[in-house]
């Protein structure tokens, strides 16, 4: 049966304080200071009482359409080794249908704690319900979701999409600065409905919409992968050919396959067509310094310290911030050859 560590421990402490009152001074169990948190002896019962078994958390991971997010799951997986966490990891491969599923098993597994990797920003109100229902907190990881109410989940650890369009955007600014005439643009979006493809095209959107030099030519979704970048952007050059000043791809593998087409096509990628990509990954920081690429955007996947770290912040009690972000930065070619050997994805 599911335990709940927190009011373990605070049963603990209070059965600590009772048993201190028949105690002599020579017992090996000091009575409190007086500035000690609740918190604070709630932790040193944890160290003399460890728990009966490991914390046990649920994880729904969406997919493995990317380096971005086969890096993702590895550094949750040896995060929660590392951390001593029991992980009962579900991979959705892009179903919402599967992650729900997912969502219940763990629930009636009755685990400590659920972290979810949504497929979509959307519908979660009902299985996120029935997780609160059960008293199991649910930690949203990578993506975002939109419900009603924000108490359906404790706390959102990932990037900010937005922003990532929005320094997408100030970049194509500044580079384009010295540029005459009108900036045709393509966009290479992620997942239909999902936050990062709905949030990186509005933050770019609104940087350049008060500048008409720019004009978004074409933007479709590709999915996130190699393939359908590679096509997509083939659909783009057959209908608009040498139009095409700037592609904004919404993930390094689309982008990569982008380059392949744009190659075929008989244009220099970085030079013809510049191109901007958001993640951060080994293989777009080698096109980032052959200048293949012009800016990555980074978005850093590994997450998996973040949630574990959160995780035993919660069975210990402590109340953690609605939004957690991680460090991310901006690259040029300027400085990819130095970070490119630096990348564990």
């Not at 009966?52 to 949750?76: K, V």
């Not at 919409?209 to 978004?216: G, P, Q, S």
């Not at 972000?325 to 564990?344: C, I, N």
Request: proline share 4%.
């Amino acid at each position: 049966m599911r335990y709940d560590r927190s009011r373990l421990l605070f049963a603990v402490v209070f059965a600590m304080a009772l048993l201190l009152e028949g105690c002599s001074s020579e017992t090996t169990l000091q009575q409190p200071l007086p500035n000690k948190t609740v918190i604070e002896q709630a932790q040193q019962a944890n160290d003399i009482y460890p728990p009966a078994r490991p914390i046990l958390m649920g994880f729904s991971q969406l997919g493995s359409e990317s380096d971005w997010r086969r890096a993702n799951t590895a550094s949750i997986i040896d995060s929660a080794e590392e951390a001593g966490i029991e992980l009962l990891f579900e991979n959705a491969e892009q179903s919402q249908e599967k992650q729900v599923e997912a969502l219940r098993s763990f629930i009636d597994k009755q685990v400590d704690v659920i972290a979810l990797a949504p497929v979509v920003h959307s519908g979660w109100e009902v299985v996120l319900k029935e997780a609160k229902d059960a008293g199991i907190p649910v930690i949203i990881s990578d993506r975002s979701v939109d419900v009603s109410d924000s108490s359906l989940f404790v706390t959102h650890i990932g990037s900010d999409f937005y922003e990532e369009g929005r320094k997408a955007g100030k970049y194509l600014l500044d580079k384009m600065s010295n540029e005459a005439g009108k900036v045709e643009i393509v966009e290479l979006r992620g997942t239909e409905g999902s936050s990062p493809s709905i949030q990186r095209g509005q933050g770019f959107e609104d940087t350049l919409k008060d500048n008409e030099r720019f004009h978004m030519l074409r933007s479709e979704s590709a999915n996130f992968t190699f393939e359908q970048g590679k096509e997509t952007m083939r659909v783009f050059l057959r209908e608009h050919g040498d139009d095409i000043r700037v592609l904004f791809s919404h993930n390094d593998d689309m982008a990569l396959g982008a380059i392949e087409a744009i190659e075929e096509f008989g244009l220099k990628p970085g030079v013809d067509i510049f191109i901007i990509s958001v993640d951060g990954t080994r293989k777009a920081f080698e096109k980032l310094a052959e200048g293949k690429i012009n800016c990555v955007v980074e978005c850093n996947p590994l997450l998996g310290p973040n949630i574990m770290q959160a995780v035993q912040e919660l069975i210990a009690g402590r109340t953690l911030p609605k939004r957690i972000f991680p460090s991310e930065s901006v690259f040029t070619q300027q400085t990819a050859e130095r970070e490119v050997d630096q990348r564990k994805y």
